[in-house]
Every structure is written in C-alpha cells, then in structure tokens.
C-alpha cells in the first residue's frame, strides 16, 4: 500500500488463509499424415524406392486474461507522488506463480517431414536396404495471436535432423523472427520474407560402440538429446518445474541397456544468437558459442552399469556442467543413483523403483536437489 507520510510503497503483514489459484484454456488439434511414393519400374535401379512423409498439425487455443481485476490475481497499487499506479499480484513468489496474463486467441501450425529411400544391397537378406536421407525436417510450432494489438506473429523455429552414415548425425536448428528491426535493433510492425536469424546452432557427432547389431541401439549417442544435467534424475520432481516432453524422454533413458559392454560419444556445438543491446545505437550483439560433448556407457558388471556424461565450453574455457549415474538391474525392479559433482546443477539423488509403466509410482526417492545449493 501507498504510504503518504514517508512517500513510498510499503509492504503489509502477509495473509494467511487457503486460497485457490487457478487457470483454464480451450484447444482443439487436427493432423494427418501424407505420403508420397516412388516405386522404380526396373527391379535392376540401385534406388528401388522413394517415399515422402509429411505430418502437418493445426490448432485453435484460446486463454483468458488473468490479470483482470475479477480473477483477484493481480492488484493495483499507489506507486509515486502524482498518483501513478502499478500492478503487483500477492501470489508472486509462490510455488505455483501466477495465472498467466494477457488474453490469447490463436492459430498453430506445425509441419514434420521425413524421406527414406530403397536401395540395392547384397549385404542385406532381403536384397534390399532402407536409408533415412532426413530423419524429421520440422517448421513450427509457429502461432498467430488475434488478439494482440501488433505483432502477432510467433518466432518461426526450424529444425533439421539426419544420420549421414552409421551412428554419425547432424543436427541445424534456427529461429527465425518475421519482423522487421530499426537500426537500434527494435522490432516494429512490418513482416519481411524469409525472416530475421535471431538464433542457430548445429551440432555433429560419433557414437562408438563395441556392439554392431542395429537391433539394439546404443543409449546417450547422437540419435538421442544428450541428457541435460537439471534432469539427471528425472524420477524426481519436487517443484513440478520439468518440461513433461523432455521427462518422459529422459525417464525412457533411464533404463540401462545392460546389452552392450560400452559406447562412447562425441557431440560438437557451435550456437549463434543475436540479441538486443538496450543501448539504443549499436542495435544488435551477436554471440557464438562452441562447446565440446562427452557421453558414454559401461557395462562394469553383467547388471550393473555405468553412464556419464560432460563437456568443454571453449568461449568459457570451462568444463561444462556433467553427471555420473550407476545402475543396477534388480529383475523387476532398477536402482540408480545419479551425480552431478560440480556447477550450478551440483546434486544427487538415489532411486529405486519399479520398471513397468503402470507401477512407476512404486518407487523410492532420496536426493539433494540443485535448488538446495542456489546460494
């Protein structure tokens, strides 16, 4: 509240009581899949076979402002001399933050494509060999807000994924801003054609592994994100602050292939990002950085199992942050205990729990988190 004897904001003995925070959006999705097909008339033609998929995905969301006084989630407040005022909300800070602001009204659009091909191949049983040229080439999710009062246009994220020959791939990502920038690097109003890189990384790497058969792919190579460190146990949640996407990917990684002795990986980095100086002459800075990656497996025993996993930022010049998980097959169940030893994510946990899906609640969970070591 407005304290006019000392002229300043001044802050009230907090409330204590329950209170309900909460939200609701509405959304509704359509895709399908298209294919597209050629066949080699000659059964003598190296290429047997092409075939084009492509995966588009429409939606509709709608969310309300949460802000407005009638939700009781944000408040005004008296904030100088003249009578100017500003919002503040009394649930910031919380564990479950604020109820989003601002109304949304919105059209998204996703487009996901791959292409395979056929080809000859002696080596194979069936005489023939299928080769993935690009494993996903995605545009989107890219929205158009209605409700906005400009500029209601999202980024536009693009991403290439391919495996050039065995256990070697690549990965491009960029983002690409519609709008057009003034010299001082502030956008206005005006869509230009391809758009604005605002970020871009490409990475490349190897995964050697002493198990050649395909049947069982090799975990933490190339093919799968690396995990990042804040997931190092994604059975353990607290804060309920993990991406459900990338928990569900992580939890799937978790389990050790205890079928192949060792592998060995290498993932280098280069990113770029063009950011904003707020000094309102020099318009935008740009950035690259180049980081080195390390992941691998061993099987020290026939159930028991070691990952790790790390890295070098050469702009740093520093280790990156990295982690250590030891795993041990009990049958039916799987014990792990995983360890970041140094950085910001510094923490470990220990976990025992069920294998099969349905009981994953089964579980025991002893652990520090990274949030205990934030200051």
Known sequence: VW???????????????????????????????????????????????????????????????????KYGYVKTVQSDTLGNFKTYSPFEGSIFGVPSSGQSMAINASLSQTLEMKVLSKRDTSGMKKIKLIDELRIGQVSYNFLADSMGLSNIPISLRTTVFQNFGININATLDPYRVTPQGQRINKLFFPGRVVSASTSFGYTFQSRQDNSTPAINDINSAPVDPAYANPFYDPYGQMNPALRRQYMTQAYYDFSLPWNLGF????????????????????????????????????????????????????????????????????MSFAWVPFGHYQSWSFNIGVKAASLADLKYDKSQSMFDNLY
């Not at 309900?20 to 298209?34: E, H």
């Not at 002459?281 to 080195?292: A, H, M, S």
């Not at 020290?300 to 990295?322: H, V």
């Open 3 to 69: 304290n006019p004897v000392l002229n300043r904001i001044d802050k009230l003995d907090p409330e204590y009581g329950f209170y309900r925070l909460y939200n609701y959006n509405f959304s509704l999705q359509a895709s399908t899949i298209i294919y597209g097909r050629y066949e080699a008339k000659k059964k003598t033609r190296k290429v047997q076979a092409i075939r084009h998929t492509i995966t588009p995905t429409v939606s509709f969301s709608y969310a309300p402002d949460f802000s407005k006084q």
């Open 267 to 334: 993932n280098y980095t280069v990113s770029y990002s063009a950011s904003p100086t707020n000094n309102g002459t020099t318009g935008y800075q740009k950035n690259i950085t180049q980081t080195l990656g390390i992941n691998g497996s061993v099987t020290i025993l026939p159930k028991m199992g070691i990952t790790f996993q790390g890295g070098y930022d050469f702009q740093a010049k520093e280790l990156t942050p990295a982690s250590i998980t030891i795993s041990r097959d009990l049958h039916c169940w799987q």
